[in-house]
């Protein structure tokens, strides 16, 4: 039943993931909205989530949990963290989200191969879920994150960033860029009733060695990727604490960027939004600090 029958007038928006990089900019984002918000955490007292914002405590073992913190949501984000439990914890969320009378599911998926690499894998079955419930959905598929340069700041500080993707080239997103679109999914009622997915880039391709010569130039010190086997990156990557799935799931990305899959470019983001999506380049101007200094 649309919301318009049931004379829904303020949209109340529940927010899973909100303490997550996505979720946290999309409430941000609904600050300026006639909307109320709940956001859904594990950890209410998490210092993550944002002030002022309802909260409501979800623990995945227990159903009745996740159907009290969406009582009265008209619309879900839905959002999870990379883990085991993501494909089950996902669809007991949309099945609360429906059995609660949720109009509209925006639900963050990925830009990926069919492929047996987590989590493509999971959002592959996710997504296939929720193509079976009858309920409003937008489908948001970003190629990989910009964040995911993160995880070379303390090597290019330290002088030892390296990695398995060679010159291949890779489109990357900035998280906000999402949550733009993820807020539109949210609001607008011209997607309320759809089901549909949308592939999310940012605004061009860059390669490995080419984030070396920008941050070079930024720095004002000479910055390099070095090329390294599998096998050499699997040991650098668990030598630095990393788990062995993520160390798979990195391991992955690069052999996806070095065979070009995910340098697709699509003109979705302005399309829908009238901004050019942020390029890597301004990611990297604002987070350069992290970059310099060995050990942050
Ligand atoms: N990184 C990329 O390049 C990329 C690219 C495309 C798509 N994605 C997808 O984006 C999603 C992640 O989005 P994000 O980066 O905004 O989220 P995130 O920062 O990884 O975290 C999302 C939130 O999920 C909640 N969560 C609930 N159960 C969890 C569990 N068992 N393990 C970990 N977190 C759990 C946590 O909130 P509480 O602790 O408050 O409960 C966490 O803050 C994933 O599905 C990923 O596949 C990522």
């Not at 987590?118 to 009858?134: G, N």
């Not at 390296?162 to 997607?191: E, K, M």
């Not at 650098?236 to 604490?241: D, E, R």
């Not at 939004?273 to 990297?284: A, I």
């Amino acid at each position: 039943m649309s919301e318009h029958v049931r004379g829904v007038r303020r949209p109340r928006i529940a927010i899973a993931g909100a303490t997550g990089r996505v979720g946290a900019a999309l409430i941000a984002n609904l600050a300026v909205d006639a909307v109320d918000i709940v956001a859904l955490t594990r950890n209410p007292k998490s210092t993550r989530l944002p002030a002022g914002v309802d909260t409501a405590e979800v623990n995945f073992d227990l159903a009745s949990t996740l159907s009290s913190a969406l009582q009265g949501a008209n619309r879900l984000f839905l959002a999870h963290g990379t883990s085991e439990t993501q494909v089950a914890n996902e669809i007991a969320l949309i099945g609360a989200a429906v059995g609660a009378g949720v109009s509209h599911i925006a639900k963050l998926s990925a830009l990926g191969p069919p492929t047996r690499l987590h989590p493509f894998d999971w959002h592959m079955k996710i997504e296939a879920h929720l193509a079976t419930c009858d309920v409003g959905y937008t489908i948001l598929r970003p190629s990989c994150f910009v964040d995911v340069l993160a995880r070379a700041q303390a090597p290019v500080a330290q002088g030892t960033w390296g990695g398995t993707a060679g010159d291949g080239r890779v489109n990357l997103i900035d998280t906000r860029d999402i949550a733009d679109i993820a807020r539109l999914a949210l609001i607008d009622d011209q997607f309320l009733n759809a089901q549909r997915a949308y592939h999310l880039t940012g605004p061009g391709t860059v390669s490995m060695p080419e984030i070396a010569i920008e941050l070079s130039r930024l720095i004002g010190r000479p910055v390099t990727y070095q090329p390294r086997t599998e096998q050499e990156h699997r040991a650098v990557l668990i030598a630095s604490g990393v788990s062995e799935m993520v160390a798979d799931l990195l391991l992955g990305l690069d052999r996806i960027f070095r065979d070009g899959v995910l340098a697709e470019t699509t003109n979705t983001v302005i399309d829908l939004t009238g901004k050019k999506p942020r390029s890597v380049f301004e990611w990297l101007t604002d987070h350069l600090s992290s970059f310099e200094t060995p050990n942050r």
